[in-house]
């Protein structure tokens, strides 16, 4: 909200001024997703996901065969040994349990890390163009957050900034 209301600000102290305003238009997913670092980024969190998948897969087959040895056996056991494998199924359930978690938090943070420098020379790259092409103003048209800009008001800066990135 703060940075819709210094826009506007921004754009009316151009305004009153006398000043020209230029603006341009991008995509930021657009740009971001035609980065190689990207992809390569991209490569990398899917790799590791698909290594905390296959661990989770295995504590989860695991825990089944335990589950299913104690539902086979659990007629002929004795009353401790029946409390035993009950504490044992439940004392590996909440573990598995916290490896998911503790997996997805490590996930989140794995995907922040290989994004920021990403994020970073996109910024970059953005705002070099602004400087080097005089635009007052490159407004990002994802997401809603730009509804309407008259088309002779904005130009499209989207092969600026993807031709600054390579």
């Known amino acids: 909200m ?3 209301i210094i826009l506007c600000f921004s754009l009316f102290l151009a305004l009153s001024a006398g000043a020209q305003v230029k603006i341009g238009l991008f995509s930021y997913d657009k740009v971001l997703k035609s980065m190689p ?3 390569t980024a991209q490569n990398n969190l899917a790799n590791l ?3 905390y998948a296959a661990e989770t897969q295995r504590v989860e087959d695991e825990f089944n065969k335990k589950y299913e040895e104690f539902l086979d056996g659990q007629r002929d056991f004795a009353p401790t040994i029946l409390q035993k494998r009950q504490s044992e199924l439940q004392e590996l359930m909440v573990k598995n349990i916290s490896f998911k978690r503790e997996a997805e938090r490590l ?3 794995a995907e922040q890390e290989a994004m920021a420098p990403v994020k970073e020379r996109l910024s970059a790259a953005v705002r070099a163009v602004g400087e080097a092409y005089g635009f007052t103003l490159i407004l990002n048209t994802d997401g809603d ?5 008259d088309a ?3 130009e499209d800066v989207n092969e600026l900034i993807q031709s600054r990135l390579k």
């Open 145 to 149: 957050s730009v509804q309407y800009v």
């Open 2 to 4: 703060k940075k819709i």
């Open 107 to 109: 996930l989140r943070q």
């Open 49 to 51: 996901r698909s290594q």
């Open 152 to 154: 002779a008001m904005g």
């Open 37 to 39: 670092d990207y992809q």
